[in-house]
């Protein structure tokens, strides 16, 4: 089944404490991205990446760090989570570019104390 | 910048007719996407536009003005799993899509 899987599904932390929110696409999408979501403010991108080894900074990259080794993976990282870092994160792959459908993981809620 | 403006709140009674604008301005334009999202879950895609004029797929037809930066996404014979939050996304580049902050109809008997 094609799908785009994050884990955790659901944290709940400390501020300080280095986190890392795994996402995995198995239909060989060049494109992922990161994205959180708070209330009122709509989805934000953090970061994406156009191939492996090539990331960019989105809308709102502070606080945040991104990895791309591998095609299928891309990783985001809390190296010193704060509670203004407490959101829903999703991550999505497309094809090649932002004008292909975008596939969305599943959501991880993060609670940072 | 990129800027998305869509209506915060809808109501729509089940079996009725809904269309939902968005209005954008961006630095280059690369297509228009909607995307539907129940509460706690994932986005999913519902259109994407490139070319001005109406695509129609199903219950769900979606128009876009380049000219105007305007686009609709229309819902007929509403039901009630339609209740949702519906995202107007912007491709301004080949890298970067902007969603706004989305449209929450609540669909009554």
């Known amino acids: 089944e094609a799908q785009v899987t994050q884990n955790p599904r659901y944290l709940i932390t400390v501020t300080g404490k280095k986190l890392t929110v795994t996402c995995s696409q198995n239909?060989?999408?060049?494109?992922m991205s990161w994205y959180r979501q708070d209330p009122g403010l709509g989805l934000r991108q953090i970061y994406y990446s156009m191939n492996v080894e090539v990331t960019d900074k989105g809308d709102v990259p502070e606080g945040y760090k991104v990895s791309r080794k591998e095609k299928r993976n891309f990783p985001l990282i809390l190296e010193s989570p704060s509670p203004n870092q407490t959101s829903l994160y999703f991550c999505?792959?497309?094809?090649?570019?932002?004008?292909?459908?975008?596939?969305f993981g599943p959501g991880t809620r993060l609670t940072v104390l | 910048g990129q800027n998305i403006d869509q209506p915060t709140e809808m109501t729509a009674t089940e079996g009725a007719i809904v269309q939902i604008n968005c209005t954008y301005q961006?630095?280059?334009?690369?297509?228009l996407f909607w995307y539907q999202q129940h509460a706690g879950e994932a986005p999913t895609f519902l259109s994407y536009?490139?070319?001005?004029g109406l695509e129609e797929k199903g219950r769900f037809s979606s128009f876009l003005s380049r000219s105007k930066g305007y686009s609709y996404l229309l819902l007929k014979e509403l039901q009630m799993k339609d209740s949702a939050s519906y995202l107007c996304?912007?491709?301004?580049?080949?890298?970067?899509?902007?969603f706004g902050t989305g449209t929450r109809l609540q669909v009554t008997l």
């Open positions: 536009n490139v070319l001005d």
């Open positions: 999505a792959s497309s094809l090649l570019l932002t004008t292909d459908t975008q596939y």
């Open positions: 239909m060989n999408h060049e494109y």
């Open positions: 961006t630095s280059g334009f690369n297509g």
């Open positions: 996304a912007v491709t301004g580049t080949a890298s970067k899509l902007t």
